[in-house]
């Protein structure tokens, strides 16, 4: 069983970076996906990263050159950098896993997720 665990999260003003850390566990394949969604509150979960085995990664336009997704293979953790944060990235920030190897971000592939790491840019 792939277990996630998300760390990381804070509050921090506008302008400001916070590091997230994804500690995967328990998977065998060789090919598979890491993404990166976030929730706030009243809004539908929205992909933001993700990284692929093969070392692809992938943002969606919101926070493409804000945000570096990074893995550490020897730690099984991935690494997600947000620099020049906007109160707008403010949710619930989740890690999950697919089997697909694919560099998409569509929620429905992923087969396991974390239990989310709060972030909070003030303004």
């Known amino acids: 069983e792939v277990q996630l665990v998300e760390s990381g999260g804070g509050l921090v003003q506008a302008g400001g970076s916070l590091r997230l850390s994804c500690a995967a566990s328990g998977f065998t394949t060789d090919a598979y996906t890491i993404g990166w969604f976030r929730q706030a509150p009243g809004k539908e979960r929205e992909g933001v990263s993700g990284i692929v085995s093969d070392g692809t990664t992938f943002y969606s336009d919101s926070v493409r050159g804000r945000f570096t997704i990074s893995s550490d293979n020897a730690k099984n953790t991935v690494f997600l950098e947000m620099n020049n944060l906007k109160p707008e990235d403010t949710a619930v920030y989740y890690c999950?896993?697919?089997?697909?190897?694919?560099?998409?971000?569509?929620?429905?592939?992923?087969?396991?997720w974390g239990q989310g790491t709060q972030v909070t840019v003030s303004s």
């Open positions: 999950a896993w697919a089997t697909t190897g694919w560099p998409r971000l569509l929620s429905k592939e992923y087969d396991a």
